[in-house]
């Protein structure tokens, strides 16, 4: 006999309150009729959805939405704010951890799902704490996949309209319901989903056992940057790509608790060739992040209230009250337009949230990093190189390239230093931590990119952090200055870390490794 799968809830005086009786009633009659046996197995797909959408907006045609996905792929693989949540749990938290552990996240939005404001006039989705602006920006930062989901004749967002965090949100390749083909519409989207899921994975001794048609296009992404034939063009390509696939690349992106993914490259200590008159140096034993830090990682920064929080900012000459938009708010690209300042702040907090003492790298590390052993010009050896790194080629005759952009980072693999960091020449600059004497005549209110170095063993070195810039970019013709932030962090066995200033994105072919150092911005009026 067939269970009573009924429970009645007066819904017709709630206003979304989770906190009130009737959102309590709901809970527990959902926890109920979770607990009764349902006829017949439930269907089973691993894949994990959440549907995100604004009832006032979407609500009734994003039930049968849920209701679709979930007669398909299962009723627990289905999440949707109440719906999903069991009595006595914490509202934000819960749902911030189903969207963590999902594979996808359908982001509904209708006619009014933009322009939507509350009681006082303003748009909700300028709230940061508002929930469609949350779960979306959680999406984002944890690289969970986000399909667009337009309802009727709805555009897609434009990103300039968008907040900062979500502005990725319109590069997402989206799908279109209209309830008069919402049957055909669903088929489709059903259909994309399953190629998402392992359970219709192919065997692994299948030629095309990559398990779902996104991983094989990622595959054959990362495979296609390595081959030097790549044309830079091609590559700003593929980075895009990535981001909108979920770049997977250790390195880029986030951990699974939200923190900075840092892929430490070990560099020995030893002797060196340094400077243009070939100097011998001696540089201790430090581990360097293999790429700058992305916007993705620095916006971990920001959404855990790094420019709010005074002890990262405590003895700074400067404090910055907000951040500056990056021209480029790719997920893995470099982070730009931050200032010293600001790169010291998220070394800071990147200290305290790894448990790991993070500064800025001396230039001497920074050229150990890129010039290995033998004191060469470039980190993949003597002469440029065209199309080894992302630099106007055109300025010297170098090559024909000039892509007027930073890309994603570490899209140039066959340009690596000897000890396999990337991003060393092109793209953005980053600062250093050099001494005393340099840092007076350089200018650390500049906004460049960076790398921060990581020392575990010494509290005097823990806030300093490398940034660096993109400069000197051209736009119709125009040369203008850019300055952003990229990190590259570092840390050692001992007391040293590194990262610094990666080449004039123009002028690399004339500015070998050796002539960079004496590029350098230092740290300035700071004493950590």
Same mark, same amino acid.
């Given at each position: 006999?067939?269970?009573?799968?009924?429970?009645?809830? %007066?819904?017709?005086?709630?206003?979304?309150?989770?906190?009130?009786?009737?959102?309590?009633?709901?809970?527990?009659?959902?926890?109920?009729?979770?607990?009764? @046996?349902?006829?017949?197995?439930?269907?089973?797909?691993?894949?994990?959805? *959440? $549907?995100?959408?604004?009832?006032?907006?979407? =609500?009734?045609?994003? %039930?049968?939405?849920?209701?679709?996905?979930?007669?398909?792929?299962?009723?627990?693989?289905?999440?949707?704010?109440?719906?999903?949540?069991?009595?006595?749990?914490?509202?934000?938290?819960?749902?911030?951890?189903?969207?963590?552990?999902?594979?996808?996240?359908?982001?509904?939005?209708?006619?009014?799902?933009?322009?939507?404001?509350?009681?006082?006039?303003?748009?909700?989705?300028?709230?940061? =704490?508002?929930?469609?602006?949350?779960?979306?920006?959680?999406?984002?930062?944890?690289?969970?996949?986000?399909?667009?989901?337009?309802?009727?004749?709805?555009?897609?967002?434009?990103?300039?309209?968008?907040?900062?965090?979500?502005?990725?949100?319109?590069?997402?390749?989206?799908? =279109?319901?209209?309830?008069?083909?919402?049957?055909?519409?669903?088929?489709?989207?059903?259909?994309?989903?399953?190629?998402?899921?392992?359970?219709?994975?192919?065997?692994?001794?299948?030629?095309?056992?990559?398990?779902?048609?996104?991983?094989? +296009?990622? +595959?054959?992404?990362?495979? +296609?940057?390595?081959?030097?034939?790549?044309? @830079?063009?091609?590559?700003?390509?593929?980075?895009?790509?990535?981001?909108?696939?979920?770049?997977?690349?250790?390195?880029?992106?986030?951990?699974?608790?939200?923190?900075?993914?840092?892929?430490?490259?070990?560099?020995?200590?030893?002797?060196?060739?340094?400077? +243009?008159? =070939?100097?011998?140096?001696?540089?201790?034993?430090?581990?360097?992040?293999?790429?700058?830090?992305?916007?993705?990682?620095?916006?971990?920064?920001? %959404?855990?209230?790094? *420019?709010?929080?005074?002890?990262?900012?405590?003895?700074?000459?400067?404090?910055?009250?907000? @951040?500056?938009?990056?021209?480029?708010?790719?997920?893995?690209?470099?982070?730009?337009?931050?200032?010293? *300042?600001?790169?010291?702040?998220?070394?800071?907090?990147?200290?305290?949230?790894?448990?790991?003492?993070?500064?800025?790298?001396?230039?001497?590390?920074?050229?150990?990093?890129?010039?290995?052993?033998?004191?060469?010009?470039?980190?993949?050896?003597?002469?440029?190189?065209?199309?080894?790194?992302?630099?106007?080629?055109?300025?010297?005759?170098?090559?024909?390239?000039?892509?007027?952009?930073?890309?994603?980072?570490?899209?140039?693999?066959?340009?690596?230093?000897?000890?396999?960091?990337?991003?060393?020449?092109?793209? $953005?600059?980053?600062?250093?931590?050099?001494?005393?004497?340099?840092?007076?005549?350089?200018?650390?209110?500049?906004?460049?990119?960076?790398?921060?170095?990581?020392?575990?063993?010494?509290?005097?070195?823990?806030?300093?952090?490398?940034?660096?810039?993109?400069?000197?970019?051209?736009?119709?013709?125009?040369?203008?200055?850019?300055?952003?932030?990229?990190?590259?962090?570092?840390?050692?066995?001992?007391?040293?870390?590194?990262?610094?200033?990666?080449?004039?994105?123009?002028?690399?072919?004339?500015?070998?490794?050796?002539?960079?150092?004496?590029?350098?911005?230092?740290?300035?009026?700071?004493?950590?």
């Amino acid at each position: 006999m067939t269970p009573d799968l009924t429970e009645t809830v %007066d819904l017709s005086t709630w206003r979304g309150d989770p906190n009130d009786t009737t959102a309590r009633e709901l809970l527990s009659a959902i926890s109920r009729l979770s607990r009764k @046996p349902r006829k017949g197995p439930e269907p089973q797909h691993p894949i994990r959805i *959440y $549907v995100s959408y604004r009832r006032s907006d979407s =609500g009734e045609i994003t %039930d049968r939405i849920h209701d679709r996905l979930s007669q398909h792929f299962g009723h627990n693989a289905v999440h949707m704010d109440l719906l999903s949540l069991q009595s006595g749990q914490d509202w934000s938290t819960a749902i911030e951890q189903q969207i963590r552990s999902s594979d996808v996240m359908l982001a509904v939005i209708g006619p009014h799902w933009l322009t939507e404001t509350d009681t006082e006039g303003r748009r909700r989705l300028d709230d940061p =704490g508002a929930f469609v602006r949350r779960e979306l920006s959680v999406a984002l930062r944890s690289q969970v996949r986000v399909v667009p989901v337009l309802i009727g004749e709805t555009p897609p967002p434009r990103p300039e309209v968008l907040p900062e965090d979500l502005q990725q949100l319109a590069y997402r390749q989206a799908v =279109g319901i209209r309830s008069d083909t919402f049957d055909q519409a669903m088929d489709r989207l059903t259909a994309f989903l399953d190629q998402l899921s392992p359970a219709q994975a192919p065997p692994p001794e299948s030629a095309a056992h990559v398990g779902s048609a996104a991983d094989a +296009e990622i +595959e054959r992404l990362l495979e +296609e940057i390595k081959s030097p034939e790549t044309p @830079p063009e091609r590559r700003v390509e593929i980075g895009d790509r990535l981001a909108e696939l979920g770049d997977p690349r250790p390195g880029i992106g986030l951990t699974p608790d939200g923190l900075p993914d840092i892929d430490w490259v070990d560099v020995p200590a030893g002797e060196f060739l340094s400077g +243009e008159e =070939g100097k011998q140096e001696h540089v201790d034993a430090f581990r360097i992040a293999r790429y700058p830090v992305t916007n993705a990682q620095y916006q971990a920064f920001i %959404d855990a209230g790094g *420019y709010k929080e005074d002890r990262w900012w405590a003895g700074l000459a400067e404090r910055v009250k907000e @951040p500056h938009k990056p021209n480029w708010p790719h997920p893995n690209r470099p982070r730009t337009d931050v200032t010293w *300042y600001e790169a010291v702040a998220f070394c800071r907090w990147l200290s305290s949230r790894m448990d790991l003492e993070t500064r800025l790298p001396t230039d001497i590390e920074w050229e150990r990093s890129a010039r290995g052993t033998d004191g060469r010009e470039h980190p993949w050896g003597n002469g440029y190189r065209a199309g080894f790194a992302n630099v106007d080629e055109t300025v010297s005759k170098a090559g024909p390239s000039n892509l007027t952009q930073t890309t994603a980072a570490g899209l140039y693999p066959h340009a690596a230093s000897p000890f396999g960091v990337l991003d060393l020449a092109g793209n $953005v600059l980053e600062w250093c931590l050099n001494n005393e004497e340099e840092q007076k005549q350089k200018d650390s209110t500049a906004r460049r990119a960076n790398r921060c170095t990581a020392d575990p063993g010494s509290a005097t070195t823990a806030s300093r952090v490398p940034l660096s810039a993109i400069i000197t970019t051209r736009t119709s013709g125009a040369s203008t200055s850019a300055f952003g932030c990229c990190v590259h962090c570092v840390k050692s066995s001992d007391l040293s870390s590194t990262g610094t200033c990666s080449a004039l994105s123009n002028e690399l072919p004339e500015c070998d490794l050796h002539r960079r150092r004496h590029r350098r911005s230092g740290p300035r009026g700071c004493q950590p």
